[in-house]
């Protein structure tokens, strides 16, 4: 189960979004199959500092090198497919530190292609039906 949760007016509110999030996954009996998503770092920090020490948490913003994701205590980066493209030699970094890499938003078969052959862990899409037809081929 993936669950963006959005940016926020104030950090106040994203820490009082975050704990109740984290409670009511927890209330379920969710969270070993959760991963959080977030653009907003606090958030990301907020979710790490709620949520149990397991928990995977992406990080969407983009321009965090995997290294600093790692040390801040995230699992995923997830971003952009115009960036990682950019940056195609951070997949490799990002796997040596044991973190996950998702890329979005994946919309054409062209960039299905190149997401599969770099070794993207999962892609986001607007056309699931596109990126299972370039996956299983």
Known sequence: IYIEIKEHATSRLESE???KVVAAVSE???QDNVTYLSFSQHLCNELR???PSSTAIAYLGSNLAPRLVERLGYTDICYRVKTLKRRSRWIAKAHGLGLRVGVWTVNSVDDARWARSQGVDYIIT???????SVVNN
């Open 17 to 19: 979004v975050a704990q």
């Open 28 to 30: 379920y009996q969710l």
């Open 49 to 51: 500092r709620y949520a």
């Open 126 to 132: 607007d056309d699931p039906m596109l990126v299972e």
